[in-house]
């Protein structure tokens, strides 16, 4: 399925052909797909092996940063993460770096994976705050670190703006966009983030989680890897049944005014991707709509 109109066709025999030419010995073994994404597709290799692929140019950038920086980070963190053992170069009609990762075991957090959610959500802030608390880099050492979900609400405004005009003309789409609007604009209002910055995620959405026998074994996809301020890191926290959110948000101890607009990131987040996804992928835009509802559930005393 292609998403984007810069997207870079991927598929099995791509693959190979990659492999043939950069790791002949791994180009025999069994490629099938591994699911995917809206920035990468991914490849299951032989039983031990993933490989990943971006779809766009603007993507690309995300796949050097993890081969540079997952090594140093993954062995500080309380649980696991990818582990790069490939660095693809363009070849065989694919213009964009790739990767190879360990394959890890384990399935996306849901309600026949996960038995307590509670427990769930008390893991995933262990992990958040591992990665949190990892020294940074000096300030020259931070190319590509910066992302706008690490900084502030404001600048996103304007464009928050469209994405909600644009919804409005969706067929059949069934949200009180007037409130969560609101709940924006509230979230607009507050005191800018002037607490320390840190490493962050960047996209801590389930698809992005694994989890083994009911524990959290996993954070994957790193390609939101940056610096900045942890607002945004908590907003996919209503991708997640609320007993989750709720223990995640105790064990971190997030106070009122980040947890406000963590969730004011969680609209802006979704309110994005609901029309830009609404034809080209409507399993995605249907996880976007599911979050706005999860907000208007539960919009954090906005």
Same mark, same amino acid.
């Given at each position: 399925? #292609?998403?984007?109109?810069?997207?870079? %066709?991927?598929?099995?025999? !791509?693959?190979?052909? !990659?492999?043939?030419?950069?790791?002949?010995?791994? $180009?025999?073994?069994?490629?099938?797909?591994?699911?995917?994404?809206t920035d990468n597709r991914m490849f299951r290799l032989g039983d031990g092996l993933l490989v990943r692929l971006p779809r766009t140019p603007g993507t690309a950038g995300a796949v050097r940063k993890?081969?540079?920086? !997952?090594?140093?980070?993954?062995?500080?963190?309380?649980?696991?993460?990818?582990?790069?053992?490939?660095?693809?170069?363009?070849?065989?009609?694919? %213009? /964009?770096?790739?990767?190879?990762?360990?394959?890890?075991?384990?399935?996306? %957090?849901? %309600?026949?994976?996960?038995?307590?959610?509670?427990?769930?959500? #008390?893991? /995933?802030?262990?992990?958040?705050?591992?990665?949190?608390?990892?020294?940074?880099?000096? @300030?020259?050492?931070?190319?590509? /670190?910066?992302?706008?979900?690490?900084?502030?609400?404001?600048?996103?405004?304007?464009?928050?703006?469209?994405?909600?005009?644009?919804?409005?003309?969706?067929?059949?789409?069934?949200?009180?966009?007037?409130? /969560?609007?609101?709940?924006?604009?509230?979230?607009?209002?507050l005191p800018a983030p002037s607490g320390p910055q840190v490493w962050l995620h960047g996209d801590l959405k389930p698809s992005n989680v694994l989890v083994q026998d009911g524990r959290l074994r996993a954070m994957i996809d790193f390609g939101g890897l940056s610096i900045g301020f942890p607002d945004a890191e908590h907003a996919?926290?209503?991708?997640?049944?609320?007993?989750?959110?709720?223990?995640?948000?105790?064990?971190?101890?997030?106070?009122?005014? #980040?947890?406000?607009?963590?969730?004011?990131?969680?609209? $802006?987040?979704?309110?994005?991707?609901?029309?830009?996804?609404?034809?080209?992928?409507?399993?995605?835009? $249907? @996880?976007?709509?599911?979050?706005?509802?999860?907000?208007?559930?539960?919009?954090?005393?906005?």
């Amino acid at each position: 399925m #292609t998403l984007h109109e810069d997207e870079t %066709p991927t598929d099995e025999s !791509l693959v190979r052909r !990659l492999l043939a030419e950069q790791r002949p010995e791994w $180009a025999e073994l069994s490629i099938r797909p591994a699911g995917s994404g809206t920035d990468n597709r991914m490849f299951r290799l032989g039983d031990g092996l993933l490989v990943r692929l971006p779809r766009t140019p603007g993507t690309a950038g995300a796949v050097r940063k993890e081969q540079v920086w !997952l090594p140093r980070l993954a062995p500080e963190l309380a649980c696991e993460a990818p582990e790069p053992v490939h660095e693809g170069v363009p070849g065989s009609g694919f %213009p /964009l770096p790739w990767s190879v990762y360990r394959w890890i075991e384990g399935v996306e %957090p849901g %309600p026949d994976s996960v038995p307590d959610w509670g427990a769930f959500g #008390t893991e /995933l802030a262990a992990a958040v705050r591992s990665l949190h608390a990892l020294p940074l880099p000096p @300030e020259d050492a931070r190319e590509g /670190l910066h992302w706008y979900r690490g900084g502030e609400l404001t600048p996103c405004d304007p464009r928050v703006g469209e994405y909600f005009a644009q919804a409005r003309t969706l067929p059949g789409l069934d949200l009180d966009l007037d409130r /969560l609007q609101a709940i924006w604009r509230a979230a607009l209002a507050l005191p800018a983030p002037s607490g320390p910055q840190v490493w962050l995620h960047g996209d801590l959405k389930p698809s992005n989680v694994l989890v083994q026998d009911g524990r959290l074994r996993a954070m994957i996809d790193f390609g939101g890897l940056s610096i900045g301020f942890p607002d945004a890191e908590h907003a996919p926290l209503w991708d997640f049944p609320a007993a989750a959110r709720h223990a995640y948000r105790a064990a971190l101890d997030v106070n009122e005014q #980040t947890w406000q607009r963590a969730c004011g990131w969680a609209v $802006a987040v979704a309110i994005a991707g609901v029309p830009y996804y609404w034809e080209s992928d409507p399993a995605f835009a $249907a @996880e976007c709509v599911a979050r706005l509802r999860a907000v208007l559930d539960d919009p954090a005393g906005l």
